[in-house]
């Protein structure tokens, strides 16, 4: 069974940056794993995402700020954020999923705080 376990975020001022890691235990060969948030009364968000061939996507507001990386073994999945607003203000979900998404896995979520 796959578990997703985040660490790392906090708080910082504007301009700074933070790095998140989501430790996947159980088989995570050939998934995809993103990275979504949720602010303050907004819907959850895709941030960014890396399929097992190590193709990126990235929401628009993110772009040129943040990167997604996974470890060569798959087993972990990392967001590193440069340059914070405090837009980015919100909790910070890992993700993991078939490339059909048709099975899906949700870390428990950890906060991120940007202030101005």
């Known amino acids: 069974q796959v578990q997703l376990v985040e660490s790392g975020g906090g708080s910082v001022q504007a301009g700074g940056s933070l790095r998140l890691s989501c430790k996947a235990s159980?088989?995570?060969?050939?998934?995809?794993m993103a990275w979504y948030r949720q602010g303050p009364g907004k819907q959850r968000e895709l941030v960014a995402e890396?399929?097992?061939?190590?193709?990126?996507t990235y929401a628009d507001s993110v772009k040129g700020r943040f990167t997604i990386s996974r470890d060569a073994a798959s087993t972990s999945a990392y967001l590193e954020m440069n340059s914070l607003e405090p837009e980015d203000t919100a909790v910070y979900y890992c993700f993991a999923c078939t490339s059909a998404r048709t099975w899906t896995l949700w870390g428990q979520g950890t906060q991120v705080t940007v202030s101005s």
């Open positions: 890396m399929t097992s061939d190590g193709v990126r």
């Open positions: 159980g088989m995570t060969f050939g998934l995809t």
